[in-house]
């Protein structure tokens, strides 16, 4: 497809919050355009300045998409996969949390599988540059051998009756919160980073009483060969940043002949083991968009895979192992030990 002389025609399902940096991303990427927008508030729909609709089959039928992008809460997904499919839609792209629940994204899964048509699960934080830079660097063995890998999520807006409702006020309502909506990044990352895990431990709480959801604690991933990785949550805490939104938090990434140490503004250093001084891997800078522009990297990613026959990352079939070790972290916590079978994914 790489002599296509038309645009991709692209439309998103739901104009809220966070649709704003997808509209913004697609709007950078070449190669594409954007055909129409839908939600079921008619004015989020024209403010994107694009053919609005308020009925997500309408939208497939009058503007007839190639691509669909779906930007609307998990309760939505697999009807609208199901109603993109049944209108020819070739791609689709379904941000995060993905359906409901493990059986439900196996069966949106299988839908697609079976029609033919490629679904992304728009999980874009192994997308941020941060993450790029320590996956080369792990790769080409800088560090050495790791043996542990630690990120500290320090969002800082948790506080008291008025969190979270300046920018996703349904936060306060969700009945999984820290691990379902925000952990879920960093499973997916530190996939990415480390692979699959044996086994996983989870301790989780909930500290401002106002909320339904945990806001608090940590999960423990086991690999095989002895490497660790933590994920230690609080929201409402914070960490040294200008905007606690850039990396949402902090990381170490240990081995035996380095450190590799993310820092809020986005930058990653290198110390080698028995040093005291610090190389800039990468420096931090204004990023722009969300988290390092991550929303356009994936966007532009499925693009090129799509337009190019670039191999994809974050398929839904793939995509699968990160639900069911969610599922597992839950597990654990309420069941209070480790669990190690997760692989009915």
């Known amino acids: 497809m790489k002599n296509r002389a038309e645009p991709l025609r692209v439309a998103c399902l739901g104009a809220g919050y966070f649709a704003g940096f997808h509209y913004e991303a697609w709007r950078k990427i070449d190669r594409t355009r954007l055909v129409g927008a839908c939600d079921q508030d008619r004015d ?23 691509l669909l992008d779906i930007i609307t809460p998990p309760q939505t997904h697999y009807e609208a996969i199901k109603l993109a499919i049944d209108h020819g839609v070739n791609t689709i792209i379904c941000q995060k949390p993905f359906c ?16 033919g048509v490629t679904l992304v699960v728009h999980e874009n934080f192994r997308f941020q540059p941060w993450y790029r830079t320590i996956k080369h660097a792990l790769d080409t063995n800088l560090i050495g051998d790791v043996l542990q890998l630690t990120f500290r999520l320090r969002t800082g807006d948790g506080q008291g009756p008025h969190a979270y409702l300046d920018r996703q ?16 990044h960093w499973i997916d990352t530190f996939l990415f980073l480390l692979g699959e895990p044996s086994a996983v431990y989870a301790d989780l709480r909930k500290m401002n009483p106002i909320i339904k ?11 095989d060969n002895g490497v660790r990785a933590l994920f230690d949550g609080n929201r409402l805490l914070d960490h040294a940043a200008e905007n606690c939104r850039t990396t949402l938090g902090e990381a170490l990434i240990e081995g035996t002949e380095g450190t590799l140490t993310l820092t809020g503004d986005g930058s990653v250093k290198l110390r080698r083991f028995g040093d005291q001084t610090e190389k800039d891997l990468l420096a931090a800078k204004k990023w722009p968009g969300f988290g390092g522009d991550c929303v356009k990297n ?45 692989a009915h994914a």
């Not at 729909?45 to 190639?66: C, K, Q």
């Open 169 to 184: 006020p349904y936060f306060q309502e969700m009945p999984k919160l820290l691990i379902h909506e925000t952990g879920v």
């Open 44 to 66: 989020k729909a024209v403010a994107t300045g694009l053919a609005a609709f308020t009925d997500l089959a309408s939208m497939l039928t009058m503007a007839r998409p190639e």
């Open 100 to 115: 409901l629940s493990l059986d439900e994204a196996q069966a949106a899964t299988r839908l697609a599988e079976d029609a």
């Open 213 to 223: 959801g945990e806001d608090a604690g940590y999960f423990v991933f086991d690999y």
């Open 298 to 342: 994936l966007i532009a990613h499925v693009v090129d895979g799509i337009l190019d026959g670039k191999p994809l990352e974050n398929q839904a079939r793939e995509y699968l192992r990160v639900i069911a070790i969610e599922q597992a972290i839950y597990d654990s916590d309420r069941q209070e030990r480790k669990i190690r079978d997760f």
